[in-house]
Structures are given as C-alpha cells and as structure tokens.
C-alpha cells in the first residue's frame, strides 16, 4: 500500500498517538544508560582511588601533559579501570540497541494491526540486538573509514593547523565542507539501515546493503522524511530560544526538551520511518483505528 509523504505523516502521527507506550523503549534506554554509566565510574575509580591515592591527591598540581601521563602511568590500577570502562561503553551500546530494536518492533505492530504492547518490545529487542549492535559498528567503521579517506588529500593542510606553519585556509575550508556534505549524505542513505534489519530480520551486512538499496530506490522519500525529522528536532530547541537569557529558565527548558525528546519525538520518528519502509516494501496492511477505550488500556 503506497502512500504519499503527507499521508505517511499523518497517518503516523495517528498512530503515535494511539500508543503512547511507544515512548516506553526510549524511556527504559535512557534508564539503563545511566545506571550502566554510573556503575562503571563508581566501579572503575573506586579501585583506582584505594589502589592508587596519590593519582588523586596530586593531579591538581599538575602542570604539563607529560606530568599527567608519567602519573596516569604510575597508577597500578588503571589498566583494570580502563577494562571496566570499556566493558560499560559495551553494556551501553548493547542496551541502546536492544532498546531501538525494541522500539522497531513496537511500531511495526502499531502500525499493521492499530497497538502494540510491551511483549513486542522485548521480543523484537532479544530477537534482533545483536545483529542491529554489529551492524551499528560496521556503519561506525564505514563512516570513519569514509572520512579518513577525504581527509588524506588535506592532511599537510590539516597538519599545518597543529604545527607553527601558516595553514592555508582555503583547503581546511574545503576540507570542511566535504566531511559535512559526506556526513550528510551518509546520514540519510544508512537511516533506514535498523528498519529493514529489524522488519525483514535481516542479518548486519545484508542490513545495510538493504538500506541503500531502499534508499536508492526511494531516495526522494527518504530524504524527505529525514528533513521532516530534523525539523521537528530543530523547532523543539528554536523554542527555547526566548530562555536562552536566564540560566534557571535555560536549565529548565533543556531539561524540558530532553524530555519531549525521549517522550515524543524518538517514538513518533521511529513510527514515521517505520511506516515509510513497510508502505514502500509492501509490508503494511491497512490497520483498523484503535478506539479510545483500547487505548486507555494499555
């Protein structure tokens, strides 16, 4: 069933609305993110602080970089500390992952049958984690990959900022412009990559060969929903705009923004990319609306 842009739109607002427990997925990310996050510092320098006092007690008297590492380097803890961290950032991509594909799963049953519920959530996210997790690494790898390539032709250039030579502003301009264009560009051809992993269960490369192939096919309509997403991000933070003066109003409205980000905007873009990939592969059915006695039940 094909639909246009604006139709997608609404009809994936529709139905955001009609399961707000679609934000439960990035509430729970959110959650899980911090927990992980503070249980690997407290795990990482509490063995670091009874091991190593010193390492605390004398880095505010330090005065050079090369002081700082000789004693970073003294430290007999810190190679443990440095694994733990790295465990936590592990953890944390992990959960992030299972989250989003929780979310995935979540809107494509909200947008084929009109609900969802939780037991999709954590189906979807135990069924496809992994491979959503790898694939997520290799798009990292392809991207940075990508960007060391274009920058290569201006490294004297880029060495010439670091050194006491003059640099010549017109390649670091350009130099400048092609990461941002390649960003760009790379941002809106892999989006699609998580929804076709999780909605065709697709392994992680045939993932992302799936996605620009979708985006290929449809790179109109893709880009048109990634504006639409960035624009909707944009008019959040432009609001607080008028607060920007009051450090208090501008905490507050920061906070407030986090909030309709995790609340809002992350299950609504989600249910809207959905639609797009099931509409444009054929794998939506038109779903009966949700009556609100439905949804109060949750």
């Known amino acids: 069933m094909y639909e246009d842009i604006g139709t997608l739109i609404r009809r994936g607002f529709e139905t955001w609305r009609q399961n707000l427990i679609l934000a439960l997925p990035f509430v729970l990310m959110v959650v899980f993110?911090?927990?992980?996050?503070?249980?690997?510092?407290?795990?990482?320098?509490?063995?670091?602080?009874?091991?190593?006092?010193?390492?605390?007690?004398?880095?505010?008297?330090?005065?050079?970089?090369?002081?700082?590492?000789?004693?970073?380097?003294?430290?007999?803890?810190?190679?443990?500390?440095?694994?733990?961290?790295?465990?936590?950032?592990?953890?944390?991509?992990l959960a992030s992952s299972f989250f989003t594909a929780g979310a995935i799963g979540m809107a494509r049953e909200a947008t084929d049958v009109g609900k969802t519920s939780t037991k999709e959530m954590w189906a979807s996210g135990r069924r496809h984690y992994l491979n959503l997790f790898i694939a997520e690494v290799l798009m990292m790898v392809f991207i940075i990959a990508g960007a060391l390539v274009l920058s290569l032709p201006f490294l004297s250039?880029?060495?010439?900022?670091?050194?006491?030579?003059?640099?010549?502003?017109?390649?670091?301009?350009?130099?400048v412009f092609l990461v941002i264009a390649y960003g760009f560009i790379i941002s809106v051809a892999l989006a699609i990559v998580p929804y076709a992993l999780v909605l065709s269960s697709l392994g992680p490369i045939e993932a992302i060969r799936s996605g620009i192939r979708f985006f290929l096919s449809n790179k109109m309509d893709v880009f048109l929903i990634w504006l639409v997403v960035i624009a909707v991000s944009m008019a959040i933070q432009f609001l607080g705009l008028p607060f920007s003066g009051s450090e208090t109003a501008s905490t507050f409205f920061s906070m407030l923004t986090g909030i309709l980000s995790v609340l809002v905007i992350s299950p609504l873009t989600t249910v809207w990319w959905t639609r797009l990939y099931m509409t444009r592969t054929g794998k939506i059915r038109e779903a009966e609306p949700v009556r609100d006695e439905e949804v109060k039940y949750l």
């Open 157 to 175: 250039d880029l060495m010439g900022i670091l050194g006491a030579n003059e640099p010549e502003f017109g390649p670091i301009i350009l130099w």
């Open 33 to 93: 993110i911090v927990v992980i996050a503070i249980a690997a510092v407290i795990a990482a320098f509490y063995p670091l602080i009874t091991g190593s006092p010193e390492l605390f007690s004398t880095a505010g008297d330090v005065q050079s970089p090369e002081e700082m590492a000789e004693l970073l380097s003294s430290a007999t803890n810190l190679g443990m500390a440095a694994a733990i961290l790295l465990v936590g950032i592990l953890l944390i991509y």
